[in-house]
């Protein structure tokens, strides 16, 4: 069996982007039910020196449009940070889900040994794309989608482990 760079990225974003979405609409009807103000579990973090839940939320989809667009040689499009409601968070995911959705197969399976660079100047990172994709593009990933569900879980949401990996 072969590796295929197309099977190990964006299904697998797509799974974990659409869990988050259903683990938003838990933490708005939690917000609800319990009369918290939904800035409460927005703006939420685990540690004083960590990201909101917000923030988790934009960054796993800028890990998952970005690593895609790259592999498959496209521009990376840009997102204004602009969203401070569980419904903006939701549609930020479903923009990026649609975005990796339309890219060509056949290019990001192509990508393997494609040279991947990252950031520009001091910051600028080279790889190749196999090693961009398992070891620096989903490890980035994994982490925000799943510190952006440990503030829910922290914050009483009630979500488990078969909320985040949804379905496949």
């Known amino acids: 069996m072969t590796f295929s760079m197309y099977s190990a990225s964006v299904p697998v974003f797509k799974q974990i982007l659409t869990s988050l979405s259903a683990i ?8 609800t039910d319990k009369k918290i103000e939904p800035a409460a579990l927005l ?10 839940f917000a923030r ?3 960054v796993a989809a800028d890990f998952a449009k970005g690593a895609s667009a790259r592999l498959a040689g496209v521009e990376v499009p840009k997102y204004e940070d602009t969203e401070v409601t569980f ?3 939701k ?8 975005f990796i959705e339309g ?7 192509a990508s393997a040994e494609r040279e991947i660079s990252t950031s ?3 910051n600028a990172k080279q790889f190749k794309g196999q090693v961009y994709l398992l070891h620096y593009a989903l490890p980035h990933f994994m982490f925000h989608a799943t ?22």
């Open 91 to 98: 549609a930020r995911l479903a923009k990026t889900i649609a």
């Open 56 to 58: 988790q939320v934009q």
């Open 103 to 109: 890219l060509s197969q056949d290019s990001i399976g």
């Open 87 to 89: 419904g903006d968070l």
């Open 43 to 52: 703006q939420a973090r685990l540690y004083p020196d960590m990201f909101a």
């Open 147 to 168: 510190t952006a569900y440990d503030i829910l879980r922290h914050n009483g949401v009630e979500v488990g482990k078969k909320d985040f990996i949804g379905s496949f």
């Open 120 to 122: 520009s100047g001091a």
């Open 24 to 31: 938003i609409d838990k933490a708005e009807a939690h917000a």
